[in-house]
C-alpha cells in the first residue's frame, strides 16, 4: 500500500494500480473509488500514518497518549469527575508517584488535561476536548 495525493492535495491510500487508473481509499471516509494515474503522486508518507490522519485530531491525541487501559481509564476518570487534585489521584487509583506523574505529563503535552487547582492544592482538569472524546467512544 502506498501514500498519494492527487492534484488539489487529498491524500488517499492506493489500493490497487491499473495501466490508466488506480482504486484508491480516502482514510477520511473508507470510501473507494478510480483516479486517473496522471492525477496521482506519491506523496512519501507512511501508508498507516495516512491511514490514522483520516481520524479527528482530538481522538488520535487521546489514542496516542493512552498506551493500556489504566491510562485510557484515567482519562475517563477526568471526563467524569472533572479537576482532581494531585493528592486525590494518589490516594484513589494504584497508580505509584512516577507513574501517575508520567501519565499526567502526556496527557498535557496532548492538549488532554490543564494544571490548575483543587481545594487550595495542585491538580488537573480535563479539556473540552477529553470530554468530547470521552463521549464519542462511549458512543
Known sequence: MQSVRDADGTRYLLVKRSSESSLVRDPATGEERFLPN???EADGESPLSAASGGLPTDLRRAV????????????????????????????????????????????????????????????????????????????
Open 64 to 139: 496516542l497518549a493512552c498506551r493500556d487501559e489504566r491510562a485510557l481509564g484515567l482519562l475517563v476518570e477526568f471526563a467524569d469527575r472533572g479537576a482532581l487534585s494531585v493528592r486525590s489521584l494518589l490516594d484513589s487509583y494504584d497508580l505509584c508517584e512516577s507513574d501517575l506523574h508520567g501519565l499526567l505529563a502526556e496527557f498535557r503535552a496532548a492538549g488532554l488535561i490543564d494544571e490548575t487547582t483543587v481545594a487550595g492544592e495542585r491538580g488537573y482538569e480535563p479539556t473540552d476536548a477529553t470530554t468530547a472524546v470521552v463521549e464519542r467512544l462511549r458512543g
Open 38 to 40: 496522471a492525477d496521482l
